[in-house]
């Protein structure tokens, strides 16, 4: 029978007694709260970071009834009720800087309460929660569990805005007591995206131990592709007959559009959670991620940093840099994969290197359709109907009119975004091929030469070089000198090569020649 989707819901409770479709991490759970004791997990937005903060509560509070049907029931014997202290600081992400403290005072009154502490205005949030934790432990006799869920929200909503400064003391406060009251505590659990240095949880909690890479956990929060089957295979089957294609097509179109995400060098396959789950509810296979993670703070960080949209298919990086800082960090990537914009791909080990790229289709797609605007001028819907018209005229082989419809689109562009050179020109078709979901590659490493764009359509290939007032002919010819269509000669697919002259005077295509073998 198929289970409703907790899409949106973080209450662990409520899923498990409705009945919601349920991944049971509990075994992974277990080894984390058996084998660590002051934890730090990073892992993208809405990808069960909550969810699984929500669980730990449960379990630590003791509520062995919601867990007698998963594989943690197999492991506990004894069920030992802990005081515990949980803070969503997503909560306080929108709130202005002067009204932070207050918030945190609130959620520390109920605790006060709970433990018949009388509150002080004299005292600080620092002081208080601290004095909270001793009186729990006092009062229980047992030591005290914190949980901390989105540490980074608050930082990353001010992260450009000039007013972080102003908000790291506020949570400092609270953060430091982690570190001050260890003795009292038997479980610290802190969940966030990225790292801010000058931030008590990171410069002072030296034993916060950062599991975000490790091969053990890789998997503690999304959807593996085992699991996947385990527990939603008459989804598959349903949405399957709804697409009217084979199951195991159905699961190869998941596994291209939300699976990828590899967070460890052992890069075990894990799927957003919220996206295959939106997509069994819909029945589509829409870009739902973006839909509700697209954080402005990332663009404006990639604006801040120039980022070169063609450098995403490809980026290396040593372990080093996955977590510097973000005050300190000099590169956009960090917090790209941070964030699940982007993901590990290969490792190297003799090299120590990190290979990063797009997770899968979902993100790649929005992401050019996100940056579109800043690279292409004009907005993404009026881009859509530009390359709608582009790509149908493509497809079905009419080149001219496709390129003569391209020609009118970058005639658009405002020129203040056209800097007149090769790159600038590869990037807007790289970004607009990519958008419209062609598989597409760029500056293409051959024998003979590096390949400007090679795009992979169902029916055909197109081999594509582009010069910069010189001319179509010269273009063409290269791609012929250099045999640029040679590695692809065995795919079956007829291949199209197809010289473009753009003119800096003119700010667009010049003209084109083209060689089409299927004609």
């Not at 009388?118 to 208080?128: A, Q, T």
């Not at 980074?152 to 609270?174: F, W």
């Not at 291949?495 to 003119?503: E, L, Q, T």
């Amino acid at each position: 029978m198929i289970k409703p989707y907790p899409i949106g819901r973080q209450d662990f409770k409520a899923i498990i007694e409705d009945g919601y479709a349920y991944v049971d991490k509990t075994e992974r759970m277990y080894e984390m709260i058996k084998n660590r004791t002051f934890v730090f997990l990073s892992r993208p937005r809405r990808f069960g970071k909550s969810l699984l903060i929500n669980t730990l509560q449960q379990y630590f509070e003791g509520n062995k009834d919601l867990f007698k049907d998963l594989k943690i029931s197999r492991l506990e014997k004894d069920w030992i009720k802990y005081p515990v202290f949980r803070f969503d600081m997503s909560s306080y992400k929108d709130l202005p800087v002067e009204s932070m403290s207050y918030a945190i005072s609130n959620a520390i009154s109920k605790y006060e309460k709970e433990y018949s502490i009388k509150s002080s205005d004299k005292l600080g949030n620092g002081e208080r929660f601290k004095n909270v934790i001793e009186a729990a432990y006092k009062q229980t006799g047992r030591k005290a569990v914190v949980l901390i869920d989105e540490y980074d929200s608050p930082l990353l909503a001010h992260l450009h805005d000039g007013k972080l400064a102003d908000v790291k003391p506020v949570l400092q406060e609270l953060y430091q007591q982690v570190k001050v009251n260890e003795q009292f505590e038997q479980f610290v659990f802190i969940t966030g995206i990225s790292r801010f240095s000058q931030v008590s949880i990171f410069s002072t909690l030296n034993n916060l131990e950062n599991i975000s890479m490790d091969d053990a956990f890789c998997d503690i929060c999304g959807i593996t592709q085992d699991e996947l089957m385990e527990n939603f295979k008459e989804d598959i089957g349903e949405f399957a007959k709804n697409e009217e294609i084979s199951f195991d097509d159905m699961v190869q179109k998941l596994k291209t559009k939300y699976d990828g995400y590899h967070f460890s060098k052992k890069k075990t396959d894990v799927f957003n959670p919220l996206s295959v789950l939106s997509a069994f509810s819909k029945k589509e296979l829409k870009n739902f991620w973006f839909e509700t993670a697209t954080s402005t703070y990332v663009i404006d960080h990639l604006k801040k940093h120039n980022a070169q949209i063609l450098d995403f298919e490809s980026v290396e990086l040593f372990e080093s840099d996955f977590y510097v800082s973000q005050e300190d960090s000099r590169s956009v990537y960090p917090l790209l994969f941070q964030a699940g914009y982007l993901t590990i791909k290969d490792y190297d080990r003799e090299s120590e290197v990190y290979t990063l790229s797009y997770p899968n289709n979902e993100v790649r797609v929005s992401m050019l359709e996100v940056l579109m605007p800043s690279w292409v001028g004009c907005s993404s819907k009026d881009g859509k109907l530009y390359m709608q018209k582009f790509y149908f005229a493509l497809k079905s082989g009419r080149i001219d009119e496709a390129f003569e419809l391209l020609k009118e689109f970058f005639v658009q562009i405002p020129n203040v975004l056209n800097n007149k050179n090769e790159k600038h020109f590869q990037t807007v078709i790289y970004v607009l091929f990519r958008w419209l979901g062609f598989y597409t590659q760029s500056e293409v490493n051959t024998s003979k030469g590096r390949l400007d764009c090679i795009l992979f359509a169902p029916k055909q290939i197109f081999i594509i070089e582009f010069k910069v007032d010189e001319s179509a002919e010269k273009a063409l010819a290269q791609i012929n000198e250099k045999g640029y269509a040679e590695p692809y000669i065995t795919d079956g697919r007829p291949i199209v090569k197809i010289g473009v002259n753009f003119s800096s005077e003119e700010r667009t295509i010049e003209g084109w020649m083209v060689e089409d073998e299927s004609v």
